[in-house]
DNA sequence: AAATCGTCTGGAAAGTTAACAGACAGGAGT
DNA sequence: ACTCCTGTCTGTTAACTTTCCAGACGATTT
C-alpha cells in the first residue's frame, strides 16, 4: 500500500468520472457532481480538461426543465475499439465495439471445416472492420469465445475435440501475431456466465455457478462476481469429473463411476433414453420426446436428473454457491421439469439448499460476454479501471 | 465509485502509514517515507499527528550510523486487543493479543464433557483476559475455531457431530451476548488454510485448497487468497460429496458411490486396511503400521490414496486450483509416502498436473489462524485497512 | 568532514464555498 | 393574448483551505 501526493486525487477523479460516465450514458455536469461526489468548479474543469484529452465529448443538450440547457458528456468511444468474436466449429460471429460500449458491427461467416481456419478467420476480421470503416491498427484488444480451455502456461487449446485446425499451438500467441493486437481466448461457457452475471439471472449473485451438462459438459464457476479460470485454466472441467451413476435405470458403469462427461454425452443420454423406452437420435431430440411423453419420459428426465445433480453435487460440495444456473441447449429443452427435477435430486445429495435456475440469456450470449469481457480490458489499458470482474486471462505475448 | 477531496488523501495516507508500521514492525520516520512514498516533512506531521491520536507511539530510537538517532515508531497496541480461541471437544486454547499482533497471554483449559459449556468458556476467558490485565470492554473482536461450520442465516452451529452442548442455538450470538464483544465462529481446517497461507506452504499462492481426510473429512478453498465460505458456510464440506470407491479391494461400496466421509471415515479406512491384512483399532494406527510394514502396507495405502484422491479429484476439476496441501493427524502420519501416492492417483483422474504437498505448520495452527483473523477484524474496524484476506464471515448481531 | 535527523519556509496542486451573469419555463398582471 | 417578472438551473470566476513537495538550515553523531 503506496501513498500519494495530489496528483493521485485527479487520477482518482478522472477514473470515477469516466466510470460514471461509462455505466450511465451521456450525462450532465450536475448528474456527474451527484454520481462521484465533487464540487461544480471541480467537475466542470475536470470534464474540460478530459475533453482536451479528448477522452470525453459534447454529447448533445438537455432542455425540458427551467434554466439553460445543460451540455450532455459522453466517453469519446473512438479512444478504442475491440472486437468479440463467438468460436464455434461451422463459424465465427463477430462484433466490434468502441471502447464506450456501442456496437459498430456485427459480422457472421462460415468457417471451413478441415481448411484453413487461421487465414478464414483472419479474412473475417479484416471484413467486419472494413464494414465499420476501421482498420486493423484501430484494433485494441479481441476476446474470442471457444470451446475447450487455454492452458495460460503454453496457450494451447485443449478440451476442445470438435475444434480440429485449432489445437496443437499457441493459440493466442498466433492470433495475436496474425492480427497486430493482443487477443485472449476465454472458454464459450465462462463468457455466458459473465453474461448472465450483467443481463441475465445472476446480476445480484456474488458467487454462483453454471452448469452446460449434456455433449460438452462444463462449468463455469463465478466466485465474489469474479470468474475462476484455475491454475491451468482448467476451473469447472467437471467432464472429467468421476461421479457414480445415480440413475436407477442400471446401463452398465461400473463399481468406480464414471467420468461425468461420459454419462452425459450425447450417446450415453440416448441410451439411457432407450432404457426407458425412449428412443431418440440424440439427446436433444429424446429430451424433447421425452416430455411429450407420458410416465415413462418423466422417469427417464428423473434419471437424467439424477445423473446431472451427481455433478451438480460435486460442485455444490466444494464452492456451496449461491445459485446454480442450468443452460445449454439439452438444458433449454427440459426447461423447468428437468430443472425442477435436478433441483429435488440435488437436495438429496447435499445439505445446502441451494437454488437451481435455468439460465437466462440465449442468442448471442458467448459474442456479448466476449465484448464485455474485451471492454474490460481495454478500459483498464486506457482509463485504468480497476474492472477485476470478468477480465480474461492474462493477455499473453507472443514471445 | 466516488471522487474526494484533499481529505481522503489523508486517509489514504495514514492507512498506508499505518499498514506500513504494522507489517514491518517499528520502523524511523525515513524508513518509512520509503516505504509509503511520501516526503520528508509529510511523513513527519503525519507521525505527529498520529502521535496526538494516540494510533502511533514513540518506540526507542535507533543508532549505529551516522548523524542523530533517529525516533523509531510503532503502532500503538494498546488501542484495541482481540482473543483468538481454538476449540476443540474437550479444551480451550485461548491468545489474547493487542492491535499490534503481539501476544499478551496465552490461556489453556479443559471442557466439561456434557456439561455448562458455556460458562465453562465464558471463565476461561475471563481468566485469559486477568492474566493480561484486561478487561471484557478492552475485547474489540473474539474469533473461535472449531470443528464444522456455523450457517450464517441462522448461526447455529453445523457438520459438528463431536460437539454436543455448541449445537441448536444462534452460536455467534450467544457468545457476542455472553462476552459483550463481537464474537465469530470459523471453521477450524478453515484456519489452518489461513496460517499455511501466512506462515506456511501456501505463501506465495493464490489458489489453493487444503484437504483434511480421514475422520471428519474437509476441506478450504482459497481464491485470490479469500477464504471461500460459501452462501450457507458450506464450501470444503467435501464429506457429504458423492463419490465411487476407487480402491482396488472392494469392500462393498455400491453402484451409486459412497459419502466421500463414509469412505474416508475411521472404521472405513480400518476395513480397507483390514482387507490388506493389516489390522488395527483406528485409521491412524492403520496408517502407522502400514509403512511399517512391506508390500501389503504398501498396497493398502495406495488404496487409501485411491480413495483421498478420488475426492480430491472433484475439487481439483471445480476449482483447479495452484496446489493442494494434506493436513490433519492421518495425513501428517502417512507423511510423504501417502503424499506422493495421492498426487501419483490424482494425476490418473483429472487433468491439471496439480502439486499435492503435506501441510507445514502444526502446533497451534488454529488458534494462529484464529489470531490473523480477529486481527485482520479489528485492523479493518479501527484502522480502516481493507483486509480483505481471512477475514471471517460477516459478523452477526445478536438481533 | 560527512552523513543523517528533525524542522522550517515557500510554493504547487487539487478541491470547496460563495457569488455572479445569463438562459429558460411558468405564472401573474394587464 | 401578450408582457414581464420570478424562480431555477447552467456555467464561470474568485478567494480560501487542505495536502503534499522541494530545498535549506542547524544539530548531532561517527
Redesign the interface.
Known amino acids: ?6 496528483r ?2 485527479r487520477e ?2 478522472d ?3 469516466i ?2 460516465l461509462l455505466r450511465n450514458g451521456p450525462l450532465t455536469r450536475s448528474e456527474l457532481e451527484n454520481l ?3 464540487s461544480k468548479p471541480a467537475t466542470a474543469q475536470l470534464l474540460t480538461r478530459l475533453e482536451l484529452d479528448d477522452v470525453v465529448r459534447r454529447d448533445g443538450l438537455r432542455g425540458g426543465g427551467r434554466g439553460p440547457r445543460a451540455q450532455l458528456w459522453a466517453v469519446n468511444g473512438a479512444l478504442a475499439h475491440v472486437a468479440a468474436i463467438d468460436l464455434t466449429p461451422d463459424s465465427v460471429d463477430i462484433a466490434i465495439a468502441d471502447i464506450s460500449g456501442t456496437t459498430l458491427t456485427e459480422h457472421h461467416a462460415p468457417m471451413p471445416r478441415g481448411g484453413d481456419v487461421l487465414t478464414a478467420f483472419t479474412e473475417a476480421v479484416g471484413k467486419a472492420l472494413a464494414e465499420a470503416h476501421l482498420n486493423l491498427s484501430d484494433l485494441h484488444h479481441v476476446v474470442v469465445g471457444s470451446p475447450g480451455a487455454v492452458d495460460p502456461a503454453t496457450g494451447q487449446l ?2 476442445a475435440p470438435h475444434l480440429p485446425g485449432w489445437e496443437g499451438f499457441d493459440l493466442p500467441g498466433r492470433l495475436t501475431e496474425l492480427l497486430g493486437t493482443t487477443v485472449t481466448v476465454e472458454n464459450d461457457v465462462n463468457l455466458v456466465a459473465v453474461e448472465e452475471m450483467i443481463a441475465g439471472r445472476a446480476r445480484d449473485v456474488r ?1 454462483f455457478v453454471l452448469i452446460w451438462p449434456v455433449d460438452a459438459t462444463g ?1 463455469a ?1 463465478v ?2 462476481r ?1 470468474l ?11 467432464d ?7 440413475a436407477e435405470q ?1 446401463t452398465g ?5 464414471d467420468r461425468y462427461g461420459e454419462l452425459l454425452s450425447s450417446v450415453a443420454v440416448t441410451r439411457l433414453a432407450k432404457a426407458h423406452g425412449i428412443s431418440a437420435r440424440n439427446a436433444l431430440g429424446a429430451v424433447t420426446r421425452a416430455l411429450a411423453s407420458g410416465a415413462a419420459g418423466r422417469e427417464f428426465l428423473a434419471d437424467l436428473a439424477r445423473r446431472i445433480a ?1 455433478g451438480v ?3 455444490v ?6 445459485l446454480v444456473l442450468l443452460s445449454g441447449e439439452v438444458a433449454q429443452a427440459g426447461g423447468s421439469v428437468l430443472c425442477e427435477l435436478v433441483a429435488s435430486e440435488l437436495r438429496r ?6 437454488p437451481v435456475e435455468l439460465a437466462l440469456v440465449g442468442g448471442q450470449a458467448v459474442r456479448a460476454g466476449a465484448l464485455h469481457s474485451a471492454l474490460a480490458v481495454v478500459r483498464e489499458q486506457v482509463f485504468g479501471l480497476p474492472t477485476e470482474d470478468m477480465l480474461p486471462p492474462a493477455t499473453r505475448s507472443s514471445s
Do not use: C, K
Open positions: 500500500m503506496r501513498a500519494g501526493s495530489p493521485l486525487l482518482i477523479n477514473r470515477a468520472a466510470d460514471a462521484i461526489g465533487l485443449g478440451f458467487d462449468a464457476v466466485i465474489n469474479v475462476l479460470r484455475g491454475a491451468t485454466g482448467g476451473a469447472g472441467e467437471i472429467w469429473m468421476r461421479v457414480p451413476d445415480l442400471d458403469a461400473g463399481r468406480q463411476g451427481s453435487a460435486g460442485v460440495s466444494v464452492v456451496d454457491p449461491e445429495l447435499v445439505i445446502p439448499r441451494t
